[in-house]
């Protein structure tokens, strides 16, 4: 069975800083896809970013990128000059395209400090 | 604002009863899925339905039931309400099914169940 690791439930970063948030997946599919969401304290639930499994370039949606390593199956989620308003929850999720299952890791709590 | 709308937002009842919570997805967006988050189980997903039809099934209890109508909303009955069904659930919208697409959530419906 799928499953995504999240394994930093807390991280500080100090702000204008860069920060890397941590995701690793287990799967056997061929093609998946990967995606990030925020969540801010008001808990809404944000899309960030989305990488294929066949996409050969990391994805980049403005301060956000993503550090995909298909052979070590992990898809590190990067914050350039963090903001305060960065500080929440971040989800990594993937996607099994043939089943539609998305599968949630149990997210970093990513606190941005002044 | 991603478009997609979650009524209500708020919903406070008793063990026993029985709900039903709202999602109207994106303009355009055939597919539908339901999440429950809690604190001890994370996001979970439940349920995917596209152009009104089921296509995946999570972990969704037999006590909840959802279906996606011809002008694509959808509604997740949720009945026998136990305490542990406290939660905030969350609807997303994608274009399609099959390909991967990101999915864009709503802004919750937040259930107590006292």
């Known amino acids: 069975a799928q499953k995504i690791t999240q394994t930093q439930p807390g991280m500080f970063v100090q702000e204008k800083e860069a920060v890397t948030l941590d995701c690793t997946y287990d799967?056997?599919?061929?093609?998946?896809?990967l995606f990030w969401y925020k969540q801010p304290s008001s808990g809404e639930m944000i899309f960030l970013i989305y990488q294929g499994s066949y996409d050969e370039q990391n994805a980049t949606e403005g301060r956000y990128s993503l550090n995909f390593q298909k052979a070590r199956k992990s898809a590190n989620l990067v914050i350039s000059a963090s903001q305060l308003g960065d500080s929440a929850m971040y989800f990594c999720a993937s996607l099994k395209t043939s089943y539609d299952k998305v599968i949630f890791g149990p997210g970093t709590s990513l606190s941005v400090i002044p | 604002d991603s478009g997609v709308t979650q009524t209500p937002k708020h919903l406070i009842t008793a063990t026993g009863q029985r709900v039903t919570l709202r999602c109207s997805p994106r303009s355009g967006d055939l597919s539908v899925y339901w999440y429950q988050q809690s604190l001890d189980q994370g996001l979970q997903f439940l349920i995917h339905y596209y152009n009104g039809e089921e296509r995946a099934k999570g972990n969704i209890l037999e006590r909840f039931s959802a279906q996606q109508f011809p002008d694509l909303h959808s509604e997740l009955n949720l009945s026998s309400l136990e305490l542990g069904d406290s939660a905030l659930y969350f609807c997303?919208?994608?274009?399609?099914?099959?390909?991967?697409?990101?999915?864009?959530f709503g802004p919750g419906t937040r259930l107590t169940v006292t």
């Open positions: 799967t056997s599919d061929q093609s998946y896809g």
């Open positions: 997303a919208s994608s274009v399609g099914r099959g390909s991967v697409y990101e999915q864009y």
